[in-house]
């Protein structure tokens, strides 16, 4: 019984990870990991050392105004969206090489909960 309990309770706790892989994406369990792996060097709303992420979601890469991009990445000709944010966070070399972003998100759940926040905070 107790057994039982400790098991629905991790699975039930939002900081578990998804039992099924298609479940949605948990844009709350995504700000909390934003604000505890991603905000030593972003905001949403200020630039730090990296770019202020509200609106990155649908925002052509490198074009925060205001924000002194890597040449490489002010070179890159595509527009954030869910894949390529997925692939960012796993291998920012792998989308856009010689960036100056060298951070990655190895959970997939955590990703894809991240991703969700930034596009829910982006609006879409």
């Given amino acids: 019984m107790a057994t039982s309990v400790v098991i629905l309770w991790i699975m039930l706790s939002p900081l578990s990870t998804r039992a099924a892989a298609d479940a949605p994406a948990d844009p709350i369990r995504g700000k ?56 960012w966070l796993t291998d920012t070399d792998a989308v856009v090489p010689d960036n100056n972003m060298d951070f990655h998100v190895p959970n997939p759940d955590e990703r894809a909960d991240i991703i969700r926040y930034l596009k829910v905070s982006s609006g879409n």
């Fill in 32 to 87: 909390q990991l934003f604000e505890k792996r991603c905000t030593g060097c972003h905001s949403l709303d200020a630039d730090k050392e990296g770019p202020r992420l509200r609106g990155v979601y649908g925002r052509k890469a490198g074009t925060a105004p205001g924000f002194n991009y890597s040449d490489a990445l002010k070179s890159a000709n595509f527009t954030w969206n869910d894949a390529l944010l997925d692939k």
